[in-house]
């Protein structure tokens, strides 16, 4: 692969950047970075890892972009290119009717049933690439391409905490209620962002989650355990 690129984001940042693709051998070199950087480069504050970009924040009266730069460029010479073993969850989710709105639309645009949009998406293993947007936001990579969805030309103003979506070959497990302009399969009762429950972040990148379709009527009862800090999704490998 390529040497990364470094960009000025300011005074007080930079950027990595290992390419322009959602890959998950380009996220392998971010997340392996990460830890690197993380592990004690003088004048870091924080690091935000993306799909194929590190976010390094700094101290400008600690180091300068030309040295930060330098010495972040010589931790990335053996970067794997595979992704690390990682935790798998199972999350459940309720797909469709109050709770995953935009189920039945989806399966018109493709031409199937709401069941085989349910058994497409709830098929494959999915990448947690990244969390963003807002905190615990869940950006997945490993969307059954028979089911990608060009997101709403007009986006909601609010969706519910815990939706479960699909915005072009992407998918998400929303952590808070949002403005969105994905669409809406379900909803799960697992609060992957809960202040003052350890861990405050369920998922991390490169986690990897299955969704597992339950009943309605499951939804009450999982619903108030998570409440109580109970993670209702479980880790299964």
């Known amino acids: 692969m390529s040497s990364p690129r470094i960009l000025a984001c300011g005074d007080a940042a930079l950027t990595v950047e ?20 993380a592990a004690g480069v003088p004048g870091v504050v924080e690091t935000v890892p993306t799909y194929r970009s590190l976010l390094v924040h700094y101290d400008p009266l600690a ?31 309720v797909y469709g009717g109050d709770f995953g709105i935009d189920l039945e639309d989806v ?12 058994a497409k998406h709830s098929a494959p293993t999915y990448r947690v690439y990244m969390i ?3 905190p615990g ?29 699909i915005g072009g070959v992407q998918a998400l497990v929303a952590s808070i209620a949002a403005p969105s302009g994905w669409h809406l399969l379900g909803r799960t009762p697992v609060r992957t962002f809960m202040p003052g429950r350890d861990p405050t972040f369920l998922l991390g990148p490169g986690d990897r989650v299955r969704f597992e379709a339950i009943s309605p009527s499951r939804w009450d009862a999982l619903d108030r355990a998570a ?11």
């Not at 409440?227 to 299964?236: C, L, M, N, Q, T």
């Open 132 to 134: 963003g947007f807002l």
């Open 107 to 118: 399966a018109a645009r493709h031409g199937i049933a709401p069941a085989d949009v349910i």
């Open 63 to 93: 180091t300068d972009f030309a040295r930060l730069s330098e010495a972040i460029l010589a931790l990335c010479g053996d970067l794997p290119d595979t992704p690390a073993e990682a935790r798998i969850w199972r999350i459940p989710v």
């Open 227 to 237: 409440a109580s800090g109970d993670p209702v999704a479980e880790v299964i490998g």
């Open 137 to 165: 936001f869940s950006y997945l990579g490993g969307l059954d391409p028979a089911i990608a969805t060009p997101r709403r030309e007009s986006p909601r103003t609010d969706t519910p905490a815990g939706t479960i979506s």
């Open 18 to 37: 290992f390419g322009s693709t959602i890959d998950p051998r380009l996220n392998a070199r971010v997340l392996a970075l990460d830890a690197r950087v």
